[in-house]
């Protein structure tokens, strides 16, 4: 009797085990697919933030602000979070073109399944034509159901490569640098 108890605490930990490495591992897979809303022609270059960014009173998203992405000496896109009034828009200029894109994502989806998380884009997410991952931009990760915020990714400095950093609920104000390249796997 004793024997068949053991074994199946032991099972029982062995089960739970590989469920928490799923959520890891399902959480990492999401971040690793996120979908950039600026695509520039090349990494690197500068930032101009032209008006003071100012948060929403109830989100983490930015409602004023503005701010200038230049290569070469060039704005090459310029990203216009509003004039204070509450909402989750934010105004992209770039090649002449004026389009919008949300920074509140309260339902997406990636490998075809609904996310476990509900979305805020603090700064753009950037890819470039001459990188593969994405090289700048912060989100912030909330639980669908119970609004806890889970986590923060932060993109990085316009720099092509793999590195990005994580801060979460549980890290006590640490912050770790890991690489889009583990969590692809």
Request: some cysteine; proline content about 1%.
């Amino acid at each position: 009797m004793k024997k068949t108890i053991f074994i199946l605490s032991v099972l029982s930990i062995l089960i739970y085990s590989c469920n928490k490495n799923k959520k890891i591992d399902d959480f990492s897979r999401e971040i690793s697919l996120e979908s950039a809303q600026i695509t520039l022609s090349n990494s690197g270059g500068d930032v101009n933030i032209t008006e003071s960014f100012v948060k929403s009173s109830s989100n983490d998203y930015y409602t004023t602000g503005e701010i200038e992405y230049i290569q070469n000496g060039n704005i090459v896109a310029k990203v216009n979070f509003g004039d204070g009034e509450e909402n989750s828009i934010a105004n992209l200029t770039q090649d002449g073109n004026i389009s919008t894109f949300e920074l509140q994502l309260d339902e997406s989806y990636y490998d075809g399944k609904k996310s476990k998380y509900k979305k805020v884009i603090v700064e753009p997410l950037i890819k470039s034509n001459d990188c593969e991952y994405i090289i700048a931009g912060i989100i912030k990760y909330y639980d669908y159901d119970s609004g806890a915020w889970v986590a923060t990714i932060d993109f990085g400095d316009r720099t092509c490569d793999e590195w990005a950093t994580k801060s979460t609920y549980d890290d006590n104000g640490e912050t770790f640098v890991f690489s889009l390249d583990d969590w692809k796997k």
